[in-house]
């Protein structure tokens, strides 16, 4: 994990605000990071013991302990997230990154946040899903008043219930969530809990989408459902980090949805049980096998099951454009569509022209055609067996033999056992290829035709 | 024979000897068709390679010329070439500069001596009247005519110089406006095969079920368009081209010559019309029309000086006699001989009409040149700001627009390869492209239009309006995007 002295680093900007040093100095000191990297877990170095968290390409904020009192301090601002190798998007966080840090802490902590804002425009931090004083619910207007821009505010609150939960603003949270301004808060169980099992991994990430037109920077902060890049923790297939586990582990994993839609995320090769909500855990006897959990808007959701399947297998939101990168939603499909004839003539018009799509889309993942600059390509990484071709909410469960307690590191490809792997039939060819069609495309003899005889004239 | 015999003789031979001294007796072998070429020359040094030999023979070879010019793709110089030599309605000029220089010839020839002879017969005697008269005013005022009509011979020749400048600023207008005209036309047939593979793809996209009969009727009427405007766009190359026919003065197997296939590139603006100030005071030392102005004043200020004299003057003249009488019964011959002036009496005119006359004559080309002066200026102003103006658009179009639609169809291809654009963006981005580059070329032919205006107006007038720069009309709407 890297981490600068984040003040110290920029100096100018903090001349630029009106954050006092001397207020300062009463601070903690907000720990940044820059790498996109997923951190190793943060062991507790103080304070109730409690198993970390693995942040999915982020990361676990220190703390300072002041007399008993947990403290934390997140500074609000603009960031660079690397979304995926070489795609960058401007965007709002905390502490150097979007998402901003996870917080972690211990049931019965009592946890002082220092927030300040570093954005052109004011915020709040909304604690969701925490029990706490009315006046620490960070409702911009409703509950305090919004913190200006170079402000610092304090929530103090004690976490009364453990679970999974999420902060964001709640000031103008339409622009800010658009602008990847979100992060995690896990509350440990004190001791054992009835409905808390222990994990040997224990995995979280945020759900979140943008909508960055090809070729720009800056996410679009009225869109309210044709988002295009689709991220976990705002990073998005192949630059999500696999979920790694040894075999029998006991595997954990949250889900947060801060976008605009419900993602049902899935997982391969393994059943699961929703074992917890931002309401609290599920008892055992309310939960059901699934492998899919639908996360609805504004949702955590608690998965976990045993790692008893060696494989990479895939874990992803179902919904198959979430699996994709940007992508022309007007483009008409061109499935089917003979461009004998015509190639050449387009480019003699247009000189770099290729056909795409006549077969379908994958021509895309296979071609590696230059796009415009800072675009995310729709289909995109490779796998052992070629183009995966995808973009987004999609990523890996690895589980292999023996790994160390704490190798959090990509295992490689899975290797299959002899037998068990897919392979292509050798022996005598199917018989006479049928067409793909039986009857001319776009005629259907045996149903009724809608179309006057004399419209057909055109056809040729 | 007697001793005043050689008197009469004397007189008509000092006469001849006046006209002979005058200069001006000889009618000019080519009609002034040289003269004239090289005043043009002289007016505007850029052009003199392009005009055509000042002597006759040199200027037949040069006829030979022509069919080697319009065997290859014919450039703006060559038009001007041809049109020197084949313009007819320059041609009809010159050869009115000729007809004009011979009878100015004409005019400067004294009249011819009256010889009178009578044979008056009575009774007795036989008389025979020799005279021999002459009128006196032209003999007296041959220097001041020799004068006028030099001036006058001047005149024509600034005004028949001037002639053929605008013959050749009329063929590169043509040229310009033919060249442009055709490659606008290609930029349409561009424009039309971008339509026509939209319109082919809709087509089987329809057949295919991809699309709905909709779909494909847009991408038709795009074609339906794109094809009106081709057919516009060929009847007006066709039209300029006739125009440039015209102005060449080509017709038949000579019309059938290929035009070079672009526009003169578009050059730094000259250093010499950057200053409007310094233009107007070249044009008004130079141009054709304002000399030819001032010697017209000129000439009518020397008639001016003469024109009492003349009225009053009109009618002197003067008689050389010799009467022989012989009577018919002896064939004694007596002879007279004596002097005679006639001189009019001035009792009704003093030649104050005709004074007045010449005196407003005198103001009214004062004023014509005051007004030449003024017209002059205002080209020149016009001229230049249009050229600037034409100029500055002409590059913005070469400079910021065509490098835009290339980055935007460069553009439109990538995001094509994300797919994240159609093939019809990509056409309609062709087709966009294709208007601005024919925006361009107007642009261009606009500058080059200007800069035949100013450097006319330079050296003479303006014979048609300069270039307008229309405003500009809203650019074809690439609303034809594919979904
Ligand atoms: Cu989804």
Not at chain 1, 360 to 383: I, K, S
Not at chain 2, 4 to 23: I, N, Y
Not at chain 2, 115 to 140: A, K, M
Request: aromatic content about 6%.
């Amino acid at each position: 994990m890297q981490r600068r002295q984040f003040f110290a680093g920029a100096a100018t900007a903090v001349a630029a605000t009106s954050v006092s040093r001397v207020a300062l100095a009463t601070l903690p000191e907000p720990a940044t990071q820059a790498s996109p990297d997923t951190a190793p877990p943060l062991v507790p170095p103080n304070g109730r013991p409690y198993q970390p968290v693995v942040t999915l390409n982020g990361w676990t904020t220190p703390w300072r302990m002041n007399q008993g009192v947990k403290e934390f301090h997140l500074v609000a601002e603009p960031v660079v997230r690397e979304v995926a190798p070489g795609f960058f998007v401007n965007l709002w966080g905390y502490n150097g990154q979007s998402p901003g840090p996870t917080i972690e802490v211990v049931e019965g902590d009592r946890v002082r946040i220092f927030v300040t804002n570093r954005l052109p425009e004011h915020t709040t931090i909304h604690w969701h899903g925490q029990r706490l004083p009315n006046g620490m619910d960070g409702v911009g207007g409703l509950t305090q008043p919004a913190i200006q821009p170079g402000k610092t505010f304090v929530y103090e609150f004690v976490a009364r219930r453990p679970g999974t939960f999420m902060y964001h603003p709640h000031a103008d949270e339409m622009v800010q969530m658009a602008m990847g301004m979100m992060g995690l808060w896990i509350t440990h169980p004190k001791g054992q809990h009835p409905h808390i099992a222990k994990v040997q991994r224990d995995y979280a990430f945020l759900i979140n989408a943008f909508d960055v037109e090809p070729g720009s920077k800056t996410p679009k902060v009225n869109t309210m459902l044709e988002h295009n890049i689709w991220c976990w923790n705002s990073r998005a297939f192949p630059s999500i980090s696999p979920l790694v586990a040894r075999r029998g582990d006991r595997v954990r994993i949250r889900v947060g949805n801060l976008t605009m839609t419900n993602h049902p995320i899935h997982l391969h090769g393994h059943e699961f049980e929703v074992t917890g909500t931002d309401g609290g855990p599920v008892p055992p006897t309310a939960r059901w096998p699934e492998v899919t959990t639908d996360v609805a808007v504004g949702q955590m959701r608690q998965i976990e099951f045993t790692a008893d399947e060696l494989g990479d297998w895939a874990l992803h939101c179902h919904k198959s454009h979430h699996t994709m990168g940007p992508m022309g939603h007007g483009v008409p499909t061109m499935i089917g569509v003979d461009h004998k004839g015509l190639v050449g003539k387009i480019q003699k018009i247009v000189p770099d022209y290729m056909v795409m799509g006549e077969r379908g889309m994958a021509d895309m993942g296979a071609m590696e055609m230059p796009l415009p600059e800072n675009t995310f390509p729709m289909m995109t990484g490779t796998g052992p067996f070629g183009p995966l071709e995808m973009g987004g909410m999609f990523t890996t469960l690895k589980v292999r033999q023996g790994l160390g307690a704490n190798d959090y590191r990509d295992p490689g490809d899975f290797q299959h056992p002899p037998g068990t792997l897919a392979y292509e039939w050798q022996g005598a060819p199917a018989a006479t290829p049928r067409p793909a069609r039986v009857d001319a495309p776009g005629t259907a003899p045996t149903e009724p035709s809608a179309r006057k005889p004399a419209a057909s004239g055109h056809q040729h | 024979m007697n001793t005043t015999e050689p008197t009469v003789w004397r007189l008509t031979a000092a006469a001849a000897a006046l006209t002979v001294l005058a200069g001006c007796a000889s009618v000019s072998p080519d009609g002034l068709q040289g003269r004239a070429m090289e005043q043009a020359a002289r007016s505007a040094p850029t052009l003199a390679a392009q005009l055509p030999p000042a002597d006759l023979a040199a200027r037949s070879d040069a006829q030979t010329q022509l069919q080697v010019w319009l065997a290859q793709p014919l450039t703006q110089d060559n038009a001007v070439r041809i049109a020197l030599l084949h313009q007819p309605a320059l041609r009809v000029r010159l050869a009115e500069l000729g007809i004009q220089d011979a009878q100015r010839v004409q005019a400067l020839q004294l009249p011819n001596p009256h010889l009178t002879l009578g044979r008056l017969v009575n009774g007795h005697e036989r008389e025979i009247e020799r005279s021999l008269s002459f009128g006196l005013l032209d003999l007296i005022t041959l220097p001041w005519r020799t004068q006028r009509q030099a001036e006058a011979r001047d005149h024509a020749t600034l005004l028949a110089a001037q002639d053929v400048l605008q013959v050749a600023a009329d063929a590169r207008r043509a040229w310009l406006r033919a060249v442009a005209a055709e490659q606008v036309a290609a930029v349409h047939s561009r424009m039309v095969e971008a339509a026509e593979v939209g319109a082919e793809l809709a087509q089987r996209m329809a057949r295919t079920g991809n699309w709905s009969r909709l779909q494909w009727a847009r991408e038709q009427a795009l074609l339906s368009d794109a094809h009106a405007s081709q057919a516009r766009a060929q009847l007006a190359a066709a039209t300029a081209r006739e125009q440039l026919h015209r102005t060449l003065g080509l017709w038949g197997a000579n019309a059938r010559f290929t035009l070079a296939s672009s526009l003169p590139a578009l050059p730094p603006v000259p250093a010499d019309v950057l200053n409007a100030q310094a233009l107007e005071t070249q044009a008004l030392e130079q141009r054709l029309d304002l000399q030819a102005a001032r010697r017209q004043l000129d000439t009518t200020s020397t008639r001016a000086g003469w024109a009492g004299a003349a009225a009053l003057f009109g009618s002197v003249g003067l008689g050389y006699q010799r009467n022989t009488t012989t009577e018919r019964d002896s064939g004694h011959r007596d002879t007279t001989r004596g002097w005679e002036l006639e001189l009019p009496l001035p009792l009704f005119d003093w030649g104050g009409t005709a004074r007045t006359a010449a005196r407003l004559e005198v103001e009214r080309s004062a004023a014509q040149l005051q007004d030449t002066a003024l017209r002059a200026r205002t080209e020149v102003r016009t001229a230049w700001l249009t050229y600037r103006t034409s100029h500055d658009l002409a590059r913005q179009q070469r400079d910021e627009v065509l490098p835009l639609r290339a980055l935007i169809q460069n553009e439109t291809t990538l995001r094509y390869n994300g797919m994240l654009a159609s093939v019809w963006d990509l056409l309609a981005e062709a087709r966009t492209a294709a208007t601005a580059s024919a925006r361009a070329i107007e642009a261009q032919r606009d500058f080059w239009l200007a800069d035949t205006d100013l450097r006319l107006a330079l050296i003479g007038a303006l014979d048609t309006p300069a270039t307008t720069l229309g405003t500009a009309t809203p650019a074809a709407a690439a609303d034809s995007r594919g979904h």
